[in-house]
């Protein structure tokens, strides 16, 4: 298993540009999400998802969208990027049972000039 | 609010044990986490807390305090690779809605 992965790992945006940033698992996990972090803020929910068509506001959803046509894919759009945007973006995911576990994958730091 | 306290740092010697607290708002909670980041990496699970008492796994041991709103890691005989931050999330809801505390960045000395 790959676990989940991302793409791309790092991106340079300018002001206004829009992009999707990957997201996959191959575990089969019901649950993924989308954090950013940022240094003395640590990690905050953008969206989350619980299954295939089924999306979710998080804590700072404002200028992404996501969708979830499959079990395996959940890609985070930027609208718009602007510099507030600059960040690390980690996907994750975990089944809906057992005992919680949650695999993040490698991030994608993003640059928004 | 979903406020979540841990301290921001804490330093240890090697081969000692290093209790890492983490206080969370009791209402509408499902399930507390512990997860270790190195620089430059992304957080690994270590544990999941969701009935009062202490889980254990190997060197590592997480406690918690459903009345209180307590939850702490322990870790044993500290070796320099835990230098890491670690982080206290909570399950706010149903599915997969985590709110992590800002981390305690641990250094381990010699």
């Known amino acids: 298993n790959a676990g989940v992965t991302q793409t791309p790992k790092f991106q340079v945006l300018k002001t206004g540009q829009s992009m999707t940033l990957q997201c996959a698992q191959d575990m089969n996990h019901e649950y993924m999400s989308w954090y950013r972090q940022d240094p003395g803020m640590g990690l905050r929910l953008i969206h989350y998802?619980?299954?295939?068509?089924?999306?979710d506001q998080g804590e700072v959803p404002n200028g992404y969208n996501v969708s979830r046509s499959t079990t395996e894919d959940f890609p985070l759009r930027l609208l718009s990027a602007a510099p507030s945007q600059t960040s690390v973006y980690f996907c994750?995911?975990?089944?809906?049972?057992?005992?919680?576990?949650?695999?993040f994958g490698p991030g994608t730091r993003l640059t928004v000039t | 609010g979903q406020n979540i306290d841990q301290p921001t740092e804490m330093t240890a010697t090697e081969g000692a044990i290093v209790q890492i607290n983490c206080t969370y708002q009791?209402?509408?909670?499902?399930?507390l986490f512990w997860y270790q980041q190195h620089a430059g990496e992304a957080p690994t699970f270590l544990s999941y807390n969701v009935l009062d008492g202490l889980e254990e796994k190997g060197r590592f041991s997480s406690f918690l305090s459903r009345s209180k709103g307590y939850s702490y890691l322990l870790l044993k005989e500290l070796q320099m690779k835990d230098s890491a931050s670690y982080l206290c999330a909570r399950n706010t809801g149903g599915g997969n809605k985590l709110t992590f505390g800002t981390g305690t960045q641990l250094k381990v000395e010699l």
């Open positions: 009791t209402s509408g909670f499902n399930g």
């Open positions: 994750a995911s975990r089944s809906s049972g057992g005992a919680g576990e949650q695999y």
């Open positions: 998802s619980v299954g295939a068509g089924i999306t």
